[in-house]
């Protein structure tokens, strides 16, 4: 005789995300006590097969599990209502099922139909997620993009195919908030490719080319690779010397004999459609510059935003570790590649597009300002000045808004 608590067997999701079967009638979502342990202990590769990235199962990603469990939660209540149905509800209901096959939900060719897991996409595969979601092709999936992307995300994580929109604007506007804290490295309120590669399970030898793991140090290194890559000194990187890259990133991952030459190909065209904003056929400066990022662009420190205040702030040793930053042999000048990774950086503070004729005109104007010696580099006195400049131009650009 039933007790009116009979446990509904589990099925592949719950195990999937790690969650308890629930009391029939209940509908109280928790996540089993060893899950969390084993969560609090993954290594890389044992996140993946929660779908998540590899060091970033943190208590925001927990979190996360619980919101999509909660719509788990929902659908089987509603499933529960309409056990019992009349004939014309039974019509009614087979038309919503017909109705809801030919929706289409994107996201649910990517998942195991089984375990519904997502499965590991191809560098193809990836690009596909992307073009679809990122509709008006900035480079950001934002907005309606956005939300369309969870909502899809999330109900095609559920055994039964329901619609999008069984995702309430209330539960989405949750969803959302917590999956921004989670995924949203930058904090700017959308997803970049980036974060959306970190995101989505890939192909290990893929995923190696964003160098997660370690990102440069400086726009130093970042010049220094720009000038050993651009070999015909054209100013951009040319399918041909993007794939010398990838390949060299491969060996220095130890990795290149795991890809073939088709695979090679393939990666360095995905890399092209991902970060050719411009749809050249070839990588500008800035273009470059999102593929290879680095750990930190000093000048956007808040210091250097607070105008004269901010200037009167600005201390000797503010001063040292810029310095230290970009004079990178210790000679006391900033020259060369450190100087074009200087002003690589002072430059995206002021333009978002860049190639690099833009960053030769810009050495030009600035070395005019500063450089009263004309010894083509930069000192501590010469750095100095610019960078209280920087803080009265952003203080100039607050007046006026």
Same mark, same amino acid.
């Given at each position: 005789m039933s007790t009116g608590r009979e446990k509904i067997k589990a099925t592949p999701i719950e195990h999937t995300f790690g969650f308890v079967a629930i009391d029939a009638g209940v509908a109280t979502p928790c996540l089993r006590e060893d899950v969390v342990a084993k969560a609090q202990s993954l290594s890389n590769g044992d996140s993946r097969r929660f779908g998540l990235p590899p060091k970033k199962?943190?208590?925001?990603?927990? !979190?996360?599990?619980? !919101?999509?469990?909660?719509?788990?939660?929902?659908v089987i209540t509603e499933l529960q209502k309409t056990t019992i149905m009349t004939s014309a509800q039974a019509d009614q209901q087979a038309n919503k099922k017909l109705n809801l096959e030919k929706a289409t939900n994107f996201m649910r060719q990517y998942r195991d139909p089984h375990s519904r897991e997502l499965k590991k996409l191809s560098a193809n595969q990836f690009m596909e997620v992307w073009s679809h979601y990122d509709k008006d092709g900035n480079g950001y999936i934002e907005g309606t993009?956005?939300?369309?992307?969870?909502?899809?995300?999330?109900?095609?994580?559920? =055994?039964?195919?329901?619609?999008?929109?069984?995702?309430?604007?209330?539960?989405? @506007?949750?969803?959302?908030?917590?999956?921004?804290?989670?995924?949203?490295?930058?904090?700017?309120?959308? $997803?970049?490719?980036?974060?959306?590669?970190?995101?989505?399970?890939?192909?290990?030898?893929?995923?190696?080319?964003? !160098?997660f793991d370690n990102p440069l140090e400086s726009s130093v290194e970042f010049m220094k690779i720009w000038r050993e890559y651009d070999t015909d000194g054209s100013g951009y990187i040319e399918a041909d010397e993007l794939k010398n890259f990838l390949r060299d990133l491969l060996k220095e991952a130890k990795k290149i004999n795991d890809v073939s030459e088709d695979k090679l190909i393939e990666y360095t065209d995905t890399m092209l459609q991902v970060f050719d904003s411009n749809k050249d056929g070839r990588l500008q400066l800035s273009e =470059?510059?999102?593929?290879?990022?680095? /750990?930190?662009?000093?000048?956007?420190?808040?210091?250097? /935003?607070?105008? $004269?205040?901010?200037a009167t702030k600005l201390t000797k040793d503010d001063i040292e570790r810029v310095f230290s930053l970009y004079d990178r042999d210790n000679n006391g000048t900033i020259e060369n590649e450190e100087l074009?990774?200087?002003?690589?950086?002072?430059?995206?503070?002021?333009?978002?597009?860049?190639?690099?004729?833009?960053?030769?005109?810009?050495?030009?104007?600035?070395?005019?300002? @500063?450089?009263?010696?004309?010894?083509? /580099?930069?000192?501590?006195?010469?750095?100095?000045?610019?960078?209280?400049?920087?803080?009265?131009?952003?203080q100039e650009e607050d007046s006026s808004a």
């Open positions: 199962l943190s208590s925001h990603k927990l !979190r996360l599990l619980r !919101r999509i469990w909660c719509l788990k939660t929902s993009e956005l939300d369309g992307f969870l909502r899809e995300f999330v109900s095609s994580a559920n =055994m039964t195919d329901i619609a999008p929109e069984a995702v309430s604007d209330e539960m989405l @506007v949750e969803l959302k908030a917590c999956f921004m804290e989670a995924y949203d490295d930058n904090q700017d309120g959308k $997803i970049d490719i980036r974060e959306l590669a970190q995101l989505l399970p890939m192909e290990e030898n893929f995923l190696l080319l964003f !160098r =470059m510059a999102k593929l290879l990022p680095v /750990k930190e662009n000093f000048l956007c420190r808040q210091v250097f /935003k607070e105008g $004269i205040e901010g074009r990774g200087f002003l690589k950086d002072l430059l995206e503070l002021v333009k978002k597009d860049y190639d690099a004729q833009d960053l030769l005109d810009f050495e030009e104007t600035i070395l005019r300002g @500063v450089d009263y010696n004309q010894d083509g /580099k930069i000192n501590k006195k010469e750095l100095t000045m610019i960078l209280l400049a920087i803080a009265k131009h952003n």
